[in-house]
């Protein structure tokens, strides 16, 4: 069973950095789409970034571009990080780790294609 735990959150001023981090456990390859979703007070869950681990290759959502960056692990191939930084009281949300198998359609930022998700890590961000 494909797990995924995601951690990191917390509380920082406007300006602030935080870095999250999502383990996949219980999958057998080391290619696979990951991707960071959020879900704010009152508002959809929207796509913050993805990284396609075949290639490294990695996608933002605008705003968030120049801000925010997905890195790996240097050790643990399992393991990626989301560096946020300059951190604004909007970015105030649940963050959600996601991730599926290399195969199949859809759009990146489509949260209906991830079929494995992570419990959420709250991001609070003060002004």
């Known amino acids: 069973q494909v797990q995924l735990a995601e951690s990191g959150g917390g509380s920082v001023q406007t300006g602030g950095s935080l870095t999250l981090s999502c383990v996949i456990s219980?999958?057998?390859?080391?290619?696979?789409?990951m991707a960071w979703f959020r879900q704010g007070p009152g508002k959809d869950r929207e796509i913050v970034a993805a990284?396609?681990?075949?290639?490294?290759?990695?996608?933002y959502a605008d705003s968030v571009k120049g801000r925010f960056a997905i890195s790996q692990d240097t050790v643990k191939d399992n393991t990626r990080y989301l560096q946020m930084n300059s951190l604004r009281p909007n970015d105030t949300a649940m963050y959600y780790c996601?991730?599926?198998?290399?195969?199949?359609?859809?759009?990146?930022?489509?949260?209906?294609?991830?079929?494995?998700w992570g419990q959420g890590t709250q991001v609070a961000v003060s002004s």
């Open positions: 990284v396609y681990t075949g290639t490294g290759a990695s996608y």
């Open positions: 996601a991730a599926r198998p290399p195969n199949g359609g859809g759009r990146w930022y489509s949260p209906e294609i991830y079929n494995w």
């Open positions: 219980g999958y057998a390859y080391s290619t696979y789409w």
